[in-house]
């Protein structure tokens, strides 16, 4: 009875949240009209779409940026994912933390610090005398930067499943005589190929969803990807609703496919590595060779976290531009300005801490519950529900933006969220939803399944047992989640500037008006900030759940 | 559990937070404009003082506020509308959105930034933003940025993304025709590209990356100047363009006495005197201006109408500069 109602529940926020904004975008791509309630003049539309001498360019270009940072992440990921994975290094944590950092910075300011530190006159050329302008504004410039952003995956992916199926198996094989790097070739490698795959494939999946960069360098990279295409439809005068809708769900076909592929080559790695069993971890000594192991760690992280960052907080920190390097061309009057621009600044912070709180909480109770109800069997529903809820995953952002707008900024809707606070939340949740189910539900996979019945026989009711067993079990993936929900949505760009109301601002928007009109210094300086103080939310929350652990 | 009483009270912070976000006024008016946010900004906080009316501002590019409005055409959100393009003004004066209404205050304001249905908040002019510091010589035409010294060293906005480029396009192409495409063509060959809206255009000449913008609106830049940067907006000799930012009443507006009170504030002494704060010209002629005004620029001649022509125009340039 009481999981009925909790199934319907659950399956109306998954229509509200995921089913009804891509079905309306759907209807808006194969009807021209169907918000005047007009279902004539089906796929009417696409002709005009395969016209565009824009559309070919455009695909190919995102086929190739995202091929470009699926491979560029492999090249970087995969060694270092080995290294960590196989050795004991020196500050392992802190090298997990660093390599986190990319991923939770903006991508577009990155791509912007770039390009400051990068061409010409740069910094780079102000201190050393040298430029990167023919590199940087190119498509492979494009993809070295979204690759540095999105490499971690690769990373993460291969050292914890190096970690978690340990080396045993390479150990016996160097016992029988295989030297270390066939051990390594012909056992080691196999047994990650699924993880590697996976977080190739995820890689190539967040590069051709990405808005940030391609709209940072795209215009002098002479390059239009996809997601800056359809924002250009939606959001610039005169708008194309069916044209953005139409390539909104191609990008999306293309995102599920290499979302399947994924899923497919992942689904298996459970079954061969993990057997539940806990699992020794094996590191091996680096011995002479650590120094030149930690090396492509150092490398990295200068690449992928120090340079751009510092080019950041240094933008941030010049009076002028044009002043250059100068010491006394270092001011903190754009900080200053943050608390002083009549309160914009702050509110704007405070809107999207606001956000992304109710973000984690929303994501992470359905989430929750949606991974613990499927986790419980294997009929259809609890199927389509899982499907449901890990669908956003191959969603781009500015999809998820145009379903939203089509579905909800429609005159029959008695109340409707569009125009609040409440649109922004929705899109978040949506986009975000699949990081809590994914970690859940790993979580519970390697629960005893005795231990739910175990509490009910003792007369647990099964609400009790859920929280007193099942929920402190799984709380520490959980809260990971939501960290990871949390610290995505206070930066989050494109769906913000889609959908937020007339008079509000993220922190986002905030940054991104402010380099519409020209004062870098201080979109930088919010940059900083914001980054800063996420980064301080995070870490405070870990010190907390590890010292609650520890009692 | 103190773990679960932080959550519970983060819980409960975070409702009431988003709850305060949600109410949104529904007597507030809703002003739709392109331009600097912080010159909105004031406006919107000096009317709320004077008369007590809240404001929603939405603010971005042109083409953003016009894809907004469009956008929303089932269900009209704005009541006031800013944008940097007079053409947008007569786009949806030919569409039938706009509300009649001539301001008390627009009595000084000249007869062509003025019509019926919309009126001028600012002008502003197009020119040559150059790095003073950039070991270019000082251009004094258009033509100067076709030089040598100027060999991949110029940079411009994109005209389908900031209306008042278009304008300049036009009014080059009017005055001068084929010639005009000669010019464009040998900046062209002269390495000049096409950067995003005005901003990006800029951007890079801040910082020395270019040496000179062909075609940006000066106000931003005359800021940058009071900011510190080393840059300089030169009105070419043989002239250019100014881009009046009309302001207009929706027809559907459901606060129409209001709006039409935020527009009589804009052309009061004190909303003028805050355009003028924000280095544009102020449409009214009695008003102070801190920089030079459209009396005192050489103008090319005014564009006609046609907006097939416009189309035609972006079409071409798209073709020269695009991909």
Redesign the interface.
């Known amino acids: 009875m009481m999981s009925r109602a909790l199934n319907g529940l659950i399956l109306l926020a998954l229509t509200l949240l995921v089913a009804l904004p891509l079905l309306f975008i759907v209807l808006q791509a194969l009807f021209s009209q169907p ?1 005047e309630g007009n279902w004539s003049g089906a796929f009417s539309a696409l002709p005009a779409l395969f016209e565009d001498p ?1 559309l070919v ?1 455009m695909w190919l270009g995102t086929l190739k940026i995202g091929g470009g940072v699926a491979l560029c992440s492999l090249l970087l990921g995969l060694p270092l994912g080995a290294l960590r994975g196989l050795f004991r290094l020196p500050g392992a944590a802190m090298w997990d933390l660093l390599f986190l950092i990319p991923f939770l910075t903006p991508p577009y300011i990155v791509a912007l610090s770039w390009t ?1 530190a990068l ?4 910094y780079f050329e102000q201190l050393i005398g040298i430029n990167f ?1 023919s590199l940087l504004f190119s498509s492979t410039g494009m993809t070295l930067v979204m690759t540095l952003n999105i490499f971690p995956v690769v990373y993460f992916a291969v050292s914890r499943s190096l970690m978690a199926s340990g080396q045993r198996l390479a150990w016996v094989a160097r016992v029988h005589g295989a030297s270390a790097w066939r051990a390594f070739a012909q056992i080691t490698l196999p047994l990650t190929l699924p993880a590697l795959a996976g977080g190739v494939l995820l890689a190539f999946t967040l590069a051709i969803e990405e808005y940030g960069v391609p709209a940072a360098l795209g ?2 990279a ?3 990807l996809m997601t800056v295409g359809i924002e250009i439809k ?6 194309d ?1 069916p044209g953005a809708a139409s390539l909104s769900l191609m990008l999306s076909l293309v995102a599920l496919t290499a979302w399947f592929l994924q899923r497919k080559l992942t689904g298996s790695s459970d079954v061969t590595a993990v057997n539940g069993k806990p699992v020794v971890q094996e590191l091996a000594e680096g011995g002479r060779w650590l120094p030149l192991m930690l090396l492509p760690f150092i490398l990295t992280v200068l690449l992928a976290v120090v340079l751009p960052l510092g080019a950041m907080t240094l933008s941030g920190l010049l ?6 390097l100068h010491v006394n061309n270092l001011t903190l009057r754009h900080f200053g300005a943050l608390f002083s ?2 309160g ?1 600044a702050l509110a704007a912070f ?2 999207s801490i ?2 992304a ?2 973000a984690a ?1 929303l994501t992470g109770l359905l989430g929750f519950l949606i991974a613990w109800r499927v986790s419980e069997g294997k009929t259809r529903l609890l199927a389509m529900m899982d499907g449901l809820a890990l669908l956003p995953a191959a969603m781009p952002g500015v999809v998820v933006g145009v379903g939203l ?1 089509l579905l909800w ?3 029959f809707w008695p109340v ?1 969220p ?5 649109i922004l ?1 929705l899109s978040y949740s949506c986009l975000l939803l699949p990081w809590p189910v994914r970690y859940v539900s790993s979580a519970l996979r390697q629960l005893a399944p005795t231990l739910e019945p175990a509490a009910r026989v003792h007369g647990a009711s099964r609400l009790q047992a859920l929280r007193l067993i099942v929920l402190p079990l799984v709380a520490p993936s959980l809260l990971a989640a939501m960290m990871m929900v949390f610290a995505v949505a206070s930066r989050e760009l494109v769906t913000s500037l889609l959908l937020a ?4 601002q993220t922190v986002a928007i905030f940054i991104w ?1 402010q ?4 004062s ?1 210094g201080q979109g930088m300086a919010m940059a900083t900030v914001t980054l800063l103080a996420s980064l301080t939310l995070m870490l405070g929350a870990t010190m ?2 590890q010292r ?1 652990g520890n009692k | 559990m103190p ?1 679960l009483k ?1 959550v519970k009270t ?2 409960i912070s ?2 009431i ?2 709850s305060a ?2 109410i ?1 006024d529904a007597q ?1 008016l ?3 404009t392109a331009g ?3 010159l909105s ?2 406006l919107a ?1 000096g009317f709320e003082k004077q008369t007590g009316i809240k ?14 409005l ?3 055409q ?2 009209p ?2 009541d006031v509308l800013i944008s940097a393009s007079w053409d ?1 003004a007569e786009d949806l004066q030919h569409r039938g959105w706009l509300l009649p209404y001539e301001s008390a205050n627009a009595a000084k304001v000249p007869e062509q930034f003025k019509t019926a249905n919309y009126v001028a908040q600012g002008i502003s002019a197009l020119g040559i933003v150059w ?1 003073t ?1 950039s070991g270019t010589p000082e251009p004094k035409t258009w033509q100067d940025l076709t030089a040598p010294a100027f060999k991949d060293k110029v940079t411009t906005p ?1 005209p ?2 900031s209306g008042a480029s278009l304008d300049l396009l036009i009014g080059l192409q009017n005055s001068e025709g084929e010639k005009a495409w000669q010019l464009f063509d040998q900046l062209k060959a002269n390495g000049m ?8 255009a ?3 000449v ?5 040496a000179a913008v062909f075609g940006a609106v000066d106000y ?2 005359y ?2 100047i009071a ?5 300089k907006v030169i009105f070419p000799e043989n002239g250019t363009v100014v881009a009046p930012r009309p302001m207009m009443i929706l027809k559907s507006s459901q606060h129409a006495d209001d709006a039409k009170k935020f527009v009589d504030y804009v052309l009061s002494d004190e909303g003028q005197e805050q355009v003028a704060k924000a280095w544009l010209m102020p449409a009214r002629t009695d008003i102070k201006a801190q920089r030079p005004l459209f009396t005192e620029i050489k103008l090319l001649p005014a564009n006609s109408d046609g907006s097939s022509e416009r189309s035609a125009v972006l079409k071409r340039f798209g073709a020269l500069f ?2």
């Open positions: 918000g824009q360019p400051l061409q010409r006159n740069g302008d215009t002098q002479h390059l239009t939606l959001a610039d005068w005169p708008i609703l009076n002028t531009l044009s002043g250059g621009q009549q914009d405070s809107t606001g956000l709180l109710g909480l707008i900024n429609r005159g409707s569009y125009n609040t606070m409440f939340l109301p007339a008079g509000t008006r380099f519409e009109q020209g870098v907390l759940m609650q | 773990s932080s983060g819980a975070a409702m937070l988003t976000m949600m949104n507030a809703t002003v739709y600097p946010g912080s900004k004031s906080t404001v929603n501002i939405f603010q971005a590019t042109t083409g953003k506020v016009m894809a907004r469009e956008a929303e089932a269900n959100q704005a947008t790095n510091k994109d389908a993304l590209v096409m950067s995003g809206p005005n901003a990006q800029v951007t890079p801040l910082q020395g990356a270019k931003v830049t800021n940058n900011q510190g940067e080393s840059v695009g991909q």
